[in-house]
């Protein structure tokens, strides 16, 4: 059996890197390493994958979405609404504009931002709401951009995790995750469902003021060379990166059916146990089958695990050379740079409980059969005694 990896981005290399090598040597050989021809391709391709008028590449995700809000205009002590449980960048950005971030609670199914949550968030200083689509499916966002379009706030999409997947309206109409909102954002981090080998990310919009805005925010401020118009930050996407986008972007929606197929395997290993809770699929099409819809892209694998020591079954797991991944350990309201008095641990019981209960299994395109009856196996050797 190969050595089971977490995330195996050399053997997904292995699969392109006759297409990846030359374009990397072009660039080399133009040095047209800054916003080069390869950037541009890049950007009219994602543009055509995801249905969307704008995309702005930059030099990582957190980028991305610390320039929406600058895009956007928000001012020091405005409010936004965020979810407790997620990475830190998320709300590490809305502390570094000194907005301020207002912390809200999860669904127990699926993870993501609960709408009575943020109904009961709002106040008049309430300016955005990010929905972050954690573990690669997509939040509520027919229902966000209903409060929203009530309440006048801006909706910024944290689309690090769920590239690809389609969101479905109550019509049946679909959009791609990230360009719903009035702006979204991605990461390209090499473990992303379309990650470079190095730092990437991106900005989706359809407002063309807005995008016009944010192509000035990535470059300095500057539309003309030393002519700053707006006040910007310095993050481009290198050729280099962009290149091994391209190459990877003709593939992203077989790679996503590949984590798809290896969590439905997942599934039918734990699938009616007691102590395993498998991830939730929310989509009318989905039916627990993954292969008729792309409602989740599982980023993550992550179960939920009942009266099951779960600190004891990574180091089970990890003793047999198994990887596994805790997604979140602490909630963004006990982080040491994020605690404040505002917030009520009673306001947090889903988010509460996941941080005790998660464990994120391996999860990428190269996992085989083998690899995943062993990983399965040895979860249920534990949890079962």
């Known amino acids: 059996m190969r050595k089971i990896q977490m995330v195996d981005l050399k053997g997904q290399y292995n699969a392109i890197k006759d297409i990846v090598n030359p374009d990397i040597q072009e660039i080399i050989d133009n040095a047209s390493f800054i ?22 590449p930059c030099a990582n995700g957190t980028d991305a979405l610390q320039i929406a809000m600058m895009g956007l205009g928000l001012k020091p002590g ?27 609670d999860v669904n127990p199914n699926d993870f993501n931002i609960n709408i009575e949550a943020i109904k009961k968030a709002i106040t008049p200083k309430t300016k955005a709401i990010v929905p972050v689509h954690l573990f690669g499916q997509v939040a509520n966002m027919e229902a966000i951009m209903e409060l929203a379009e009530a309440h006048n706030l801006y909706v910024i999409e944290d689309n690090a995790q769920a590239i690809g997947a389609d969101y479905t309206y109550s019509n049946g109409k679909k959009a791609k995750a990230g360009t719903i909102g009035h702006v979204g954002s991605t990461s ?5 469902n379309l990650g470079c080998y190095g730092d990437g990310g991106a900005i989706f ?34 050729s280099i990166q962009a290149a091994v986008l391209n190459a990877k972007l003709p593939h992203l929606d077989a790679y996503n059916k590949a984590r798809q197929a ?23 099409d989905c039916e627990g089958n993954c292969a008729t819809c792309d409602c989740h892209v599982f980023h993550q694998y ?27 350990p602490i909630p963004l309201h006990n982080q040491k740079a994020y605690a404040d ?17 998660v464990i994120s299994l391996p999860m990428h395109t190269e996992l085989d059969d083998e690899q995943i009856e062993f990983i399965t196996s040895k979860v249920l050797e534990y949890i079962n005694g």
Not at 78 to 104: C, G, K, N, S
Not at 262 to 284: C, L, Q, V
């Open 302 to 328: 992550t179960l939920k695990l009942n009266n099951v020591d779960r600190d004891g079954l990574v180091k089970f797991l990890n003793a047999h050379d198994i990887p596994c991944g805790v997604y979140y």
């Open 188 to 192: 390209f981090f090499p473990s992303k």
């Open 78 to 104: 405005d409010e936004v609404i965020t979810a407790d449980f997620t990475f830190a960048a998320t709300v590490e950005v809305i502390a570094l504009l000194q907005l301020t971030p207002v912390l809200v």
């Open 262 to 284: 290896a969590a439905m395997k997942y599934d039918a290993a734990f699938k009616n146990h007691e102590n395993i809770e498998i991830p939730f699929r929310k989509s009318n």
């Open 35 to 56: 916003n080069g021809p390869k950037v541009h391709e890049f950007q009219k391709n994602l543009e055509t994958y995801l249905d969307v008028k704008h995309v702005i």
């Open 341 to 357: 008095e505002r917030y009520n641990e009673a306001d947090f019981p889903v988010t509460n409980d996941l941080v005790k209960t």
């Open 205 to 238: 919009t359809n407002d063309d003021d807005l995008a016009h805005i944010i192509r000035g925010i990535v470059n300095h401020g500057m539309y003309e060379r030393y002519h700053h118009d707006v006040v910007g930050v310095n993050s481009r996407l290198d």
